[in-house]
C-alpha cells in the first residue's frame, strides 16, 4: 500500500503536504523556517534532527539513483552541506523537507554526469537484504529492474522512483522535481512503457 | 488498437486500471492489454522491493563532521572580514603600506642610479636640452644685436612697411613670451622648445629683413642726397 504522503515526506514538527504547498498552515511554515535558520547557523541539532527523520529515505533515494551504497552515502553527505550552504536562500516556496529532497536528487544527477560511464553500465550493487530469499519479489527481478531503470532519461528515472519505490505522490515529485503533477503522471507512465518493453526483452532472454 | 485498448491504456495512465469496470470487462477479453498491465504490475511490484535500507554507523559522524569544518572555515571568513573594522588593522595596513611605498622609492632610486640604463637616456635628454638651449641662446643674441639696429627706425616707425614691421615684431615677442612661460612649467618639453625657436628664427628673420630695408633706404637716400647736391 502507498504511504500518504504527508507520512513520507512529513515527521514531527516537519509535517507538511507538499501537494498543498500553498495551503501550508502558518504553524508548518515557521517550523520550516526556524528549521531553515538552525541549518544556515550549523546547528548541529537540526541536522541531526533531519537525518534521522529523512536519513533512510535520502539514502535510498540516492542509492536507487547512483546505484552504490558508498555513491549514495557520498551524496547524502553532500546533500547536506548544500543544505547547509543554502539553507538561508530557502525562500518557503515549497515546503523545507521537499527543498532537501530536491538537493539530493540535485547532488545525485551531478554525481551521475561526473561519472564517465552511463547509469546502466555502472556496477549494481546487491544490499545486503536483498539475498534474502524469502523476499516477495525474487533477487533476479530486482536487478534487472535496476539495470533497466538506468536506460531511462534521469526525470523518468526519478518519477519512478519516487512514486514506485519511495510512494511519493505526483503533487510531491511535482514540487521536488519543479515539475507540474499532470507532467509527473505522464513521465510515469511513458517510463512505465518504456520499461514494459524492456522488461519484455529481458524476460524473453532469460527464460530459455 | 480499438477505442477500448486506448481507455486501457488512460486508465494507466492514471494509475489505477482495475478500478474502472469497463476496463475490467475489456481486459477479461483482450489479451495484449491484459498483457501490458501484468507487466506494468509487476513492474510496480518489484520498484516497491527496490527501497534500499542499510546500515551506516558511520554516516552522522561524517556528516557532522564536515559541516562542523565547514562552519568553522565560515565563522573563520567571517572573523577575518570583521577583522578588516578594526581601526588599528588600518593604523597598520597604513604603516605597512608606507613602509613598502619608501622601500620601492628607494629601489626605484638604486635602479635608477648613474650607471643604469635609465640614467644614459636622462643624459641624452639633458645634452639634447642644452642643445636647445645653446641654439636658443645663440638666436637671443643676434636678435639682441639686430634689435639695437632697428630700434631707433621702430620707435619713430611712419612708413606703413615699418608699421607692419613693428605690428609683426611684437606678435613675435607676444608668441615667444607665451612659449616661455610654457616652457618655465615644463623644461623638458621638446614641442615647446621647437615652437620657440621656430619663433626665434622667425624674429631673427624679420629684423634680418627690416635691418635690410633700412639700409635700402639710407643707400636710397644717400644717393637721391648726392643727386641733388650735383645738380
Keep these: ?208 | 488498437m480499438t477505442t477500448d485498448c486506448e481507455r486501457a491504456q488512460q486508465s494507466l495512465l492514471d494509475g489505477a486500471p482495475a478500478s474502472d469496470p469497463a476496463v475490467r470487462e475489456h481486459i477479461a477479453v483482450c489479451s495484449r492489454c491484459d498483457a501490458v498491465i501484468r507487466t506494468f504490475d509487476e513492474i510496480s511490484a518489484t520498484a516497491r522491493e527496490l527501497r534500499g535500507t542499510w546500515e551506516s554507523p558511520e554516516l552522522w559522524q561524517r556528516i557532522e563532521s564536515s559541516i562542523r569544518t565547514e562552519v568553522a572555515g565560515t565563522r573563520a571568513a567571517t572573523g577575518r572580514l570583521r577583522r578588516w573594522h578594526d581601526p588599528r588593522v588600518w593604523q597598520i595596513a597604513a604603516a605597512f603600506v608606507l613602509v613598502i611605498g619608501i622601500g620601492a622609492v628607494a629601489m626605484r632610486v638604486a635602479t635608477t642610479s648613474p650607471d643604469g640604463e635609465e640614467y644614459d637616456r636622462w643624459l641624452l635628454r639633458e645634452s639634447a636640452l642644452q642643445e636647445v638651449e645653446k641654439s636658443e641662446k645663440a638666436y637671443m643674441q643676434s636678435i639682441d644685436r639686430l634689435s639695437s639696429l632697428v630700434e631707433p627706425a621702430m620707435d619713430d616707425a611712419s612708413t606703413p612697411l615699418a608699421i607692419a614691421y613693428r605690428e609683426k615684431l611684437m606678435l613675435l615677442d607676444s608668441a615667444i613670451a607665451e612659449c616661455q612661460a610654457a616652457i618655465d612649467a615644463n623644461r623638458q618639453n621638446a614641442h615647446l622648445r621647437h615652437q620657440l625657436l621656430a619663433v626665434y628664427r622667425e624674429k631673427n628673420r624679420t629684423l634680418q629683413d627690416l635691418v635690410r630695408e633700412e639700409a635700402n633706404d639710407q643707400q636710397i637716400t644717400a644717393e637721391s642726397d648726392s643727386a641733388v647736391s650735383q645738380h
Design chain 1, 1 to 208: 500500500m502507498r504511504e500518504s504522503a504527508t507520512a513520507i515526506l512529513s515527521y514531527g514538527h516537519f509535517v507538511t503536504d507538499a501537494s498543498h504547498v500553498s495551503m501550508r498552515s502558518s504553524a508548518a511554515q515557521s517550523d520550516d523556517a526556524r528549521m531553515a535558520e538552525a541549518c544556515a547557523r550549523g546547528d548541529s541539532a537540526a541536522f541531526e534532527e533531519i537525518y534521522r527523520r529523512h536519513g533512510e529515505r535520502m539514502k535510498s533515494v540516492a542509492f536507487n539513483h547512483l546505484g552504490t551504497t558508498a555513491d549514495a552515502e557520498d551524496a547524502v553527505q553532500e546533500a547536506f552541506l548544500k543544505i547547509h550552504r543554502g539553507a538561508s536562500s530557502w525562500n518557503g516556496e515549497a515546503s523545507f523537507s521537499t527543498w532537501i529532497y530536491r538537493i539530493l536528487i540535485n547532488t545525485c544527477y551531478d554525481m551521475l554526469r561526473k561519472r564517465k560511464r552511463r547509469p546502466d553500465e555502472a556496477p549494481i550493487e546487491l544490499l545486503p537484504e536483498e539475498g534474502n530469499a524469502s523476499r516477495p519479489v525474487d533477487t533476479s527481478m530486482r536487478l534487472t529492474l535496476r539495470k533497466l531503470l538506468g536506460r531511462l532519461p534521469e526525470q523518468r528515472r526519478s518519477v519512478f522512483l519516487l512514486f514506485e519505490v519511495e510512494g511519493l505522490s505526483h503533487a510531491e515529485i511535482g514540487a521536488i522535481l519543479g515539475i507540474r503533477e499532470g507532467h509527473s503522471k505522464w513521465l510515469l507512465f511513458t517510463a512505465k512503457q518504456e520499461l514494459q518493453k524492456l522488461w519484455r526483452m529481458s524476460t524473453r532472454e532469460v527464460t530459455p
